[in-house]
């Protein structure tokens, strides 16, 4: 796997990351904690999840001892979990600009949410959290949906590759 192509789709999260981010800035503290049916239970919970993962992605590439999963212990505020969201979004793509090439295949070890450690190759972890992430912006979107947003727009990364090249 090139540095090019893993840039390329740090670079599209990093890109759908703001779009979803930005609908969060415009619904209500009310919409942001209503009870939704859905995988998490709040548009607020799936945002938290989202934020979680990326960031805690960056902490097993630094190899952070105790590495801590922010969904359980998150109690801020919108406004902070954004902040928080947009400096792991960032810090995905800077770690994988500064990761050096010949080291994709490096095993990275973790630590799984439901228990036990697994390893896998740093290439591998970047598709995961990337394709983890859209996954979850999907789920977004249903969740914003069932809380009466309507100001939503595309965030494939067809449209990410069309929006670039205008």
């Known amino acids: 796997m090139h540095q090019q192509f893993l840039l390329a789709?740090?670079?599209?999260?990093?890109w759908a990351n703001s779009i979803a981010i930005e609908w969060l800035?415009?619904?209500s503290d009310e919409q942001w904690q209503q009870v939704i049916t859905s995988s998490f239970p709040s548009v607020r919970q799936t945002a938290v999840h989202i934020a979680s993962a990326e960031s805690v992605w960056i902490d097993f590439w630094h190899h952070v001892p105790d590495p801590v999963?922010?969904?359980t212990v998150f109690t801020g505020t919108k406004e902070e979990l954004i902040t928080i969201w947009e400096k792991a979004s960032a810090g995905l793509k800077q770690f994988i600009e500064n990761f050096a090439e010949e080291d994709y295949q490096r095993p990275v070890v973790f630590k799984w949410p439901g228990g036990g450690t697994v390893q896998m190759e740093f290439s591998q972890t970047c598709v995961h959290v990337f394709n983890h992430s859209t996954y979850h912006r999907g789920q977004l979107v249903n969740a914003l949906r069932q809380v009466g947003f309507t100001g939503l727009c595309?965030?494939?990364?067809a449209t990410y590759y069309r929006v670039r090249q205008a």
């Open 154 to 157: 595309s965030t494939d990364m």
């Open 69 to 71: 999963y922010l969904s």
């Open 9 to 14: 789709i740090a670079g599209y999260n990093v």
């Open 25 to 27: 800035r415009q619904i």
